[in-house]
């Protein structure tokens, strides 16, 4: 049973920071391009960046400067660092797995990042 648990969601004030962790299990982790997706209230989720299985990095270009995201594949976990943080970050935090040979591709449930004073 595949299962991506994300942790790290809560609230911060503008400018402040967030860590988000997603360990996989179930999954050969490190074959898997990681990736983080958000949802605001009213909106389609988006893609906020992904790393590939060799390392490669791709952010969206409102959080490019911003966000860092890094996976350890010792630990079968991918992080996303979020510095300077807006109101306009808040949203669901998705974590996102895909192996796109085999078409196989999962999701989290989801962590509330919430950014407001």
């Known amino acids: 049973q595949v299962q991506l648990v994300e942790s790290g969601g809560g609230w911060v004030q503008p400018g402040g920071s967030l860590r988000l962790s997603c360990t996989a299990s179930?999954?050969?982790?490190?074959?898997?391009?990681m990736g983080w997706y958000r949802q605001a209230p009213g909106k389609q989720r988006e893609l906020v960046a992904i790393?590939?299985?060799?390392?490669?990095?791709i952010y969206a270009d409102s959080v490019e400067g911003r966000f860092t995201i890094s996976r350890d594949n010792a630990k079968n976990t991918v992080y996303l660092q979020m510095n300077s943080l807006k109101p306009e970050d808040t949203a669901v935090y998705y974590c996102?797995?895909?192996?796109?040979?085999?078409?196989?591709?999962?999701w989290g449930q989801g962590t509330q990042v919430t950014v407001s004073s």
């Open positions: 179930g999954i050969n982790f490190r074959i898997y391009a």
């Open positions: 996102n797995a895909d192996w796109a040979p085999a078409r196989r591709n999962y």
């Open positions: 790393i590939t299985s060799g390392g490669n990095t």
